[in-house]
């Protein structure tokens, strides 16, 4: 079955160190890849997504994610984080059907 | 443009009681879909609509939920009787959709109904 992990699920950072948050998948097809944030107290938002090309795609706020097919991975990056991307972090895969799975998704505090 | 609609915000009920959610996606938008979100989990879907039709309700709990999209517009979910593990955040979305009914669109989130069965 369709799965989605996220390695980490609290992360806490200091303004400007560097962010990698972990997704891998389980699915061997084409599959639609998103990151979607949820900062305190709003809803659900999309950072980016990627459906095919570049396999390397760049979001809104400096954030950019990774398709690695061969690890079936989709790692959310940002060099260089703020006080502001306090917030949790879904990753979410689209593979081939209706359905979007998300992952348990990752809480990421940074700290001013 | 204004984004989805979701009432009411909270809602707090016995078990065995009933309840329902409304949304109303954003205008024009085909697919609605409604997910559940049990605190420190990620959103599940429970069904996802392609206008008025239901494309995808495999993970709903159909003995006791119900949802409905008559005029594919807006929907209602409805939980009759409610458990104590129905207490989640219920996330209306929606999106343009597409021919196939995939995904490959962005999908706007609603605040979400915050509901607690005691």
């Known amino acids: 079955a369709q799965s989605v992990s996220q390695h980490n699920h609290h992360v806490i950072l200091s303004e400007a160190a560097s962010l990698e948050l972990g997704c891998n998948y389980s699915?061997?097809?084409?599959?639609?890849l998103f990151w979607y944030v949820q900062y305190p107290g709003q809803h659900l938002q999309l950072l980016l997504k990627?459906?095919?090309?570049?396999?390397l795609v760049k979001g809104i706020k400096g954030f950019e994610a990774e398709f690695i097919k061969s690890k079936f991975s989709f790692n959310l990056r940002k060099p260089s984080v703020q006080w502001s991307d306090t917030a949790e972090y879904f990753c979410?895969?689209?593979?081939?059907?209706?359905?979007?799975?998300f992952g348990a998704g990752t809480r990421l505090f940074v700290k001013a | 443009e204004a984004g989805v609609a979701q009432s009411p915000r909270y809602k707090i009920i016995e078990k065995r009681q009933s309840v329902a959610f409304w949304c109303n996606p954003i205008?024009?938008?085909?697919?609605l879909y409604w997910y559940q979100q049990i605190l420190g989990q990620g959103p599940k879907l429970l069904i996802q609509?392609?206008?008025?039709?239901?494309?995808?309700d495999s993970q709903l709990p159909k003995d006791r939920f119900s949802a409905e999209r008559l005029k594919g517009v807006d929907s209602t979910l409805k939980i009759q009787p409610a458990k104590l593990e129905d207490s989640a955040v219920y996330l209306c979305?929606?999106?343009?959709?597409?021919?196939?009914?995939?995904?490959?669109?962005?999908?706007?989130f609603g605040q979400g109904t915050r509901l607690t069965v005691v």
């Open positions: 979305a929606s999106s343009q959709g597409s021919r196939t009914g995939r995904m490959n669109t962005e999908a706007f």
């Open positions: 699915y061997g097809g084409t599959v639609n």
């Open positions: 990627y459906f095919s090309g570049d396999p």
């Open positions: 979410a895969v689209n593979a081939g059907g209706f359905k979007t799975i």
């Open positions: 205008s024009g938008h085909a697919t």
């Open positions: 609509f392609q206008n008025n039709g239901v494309v995808d």
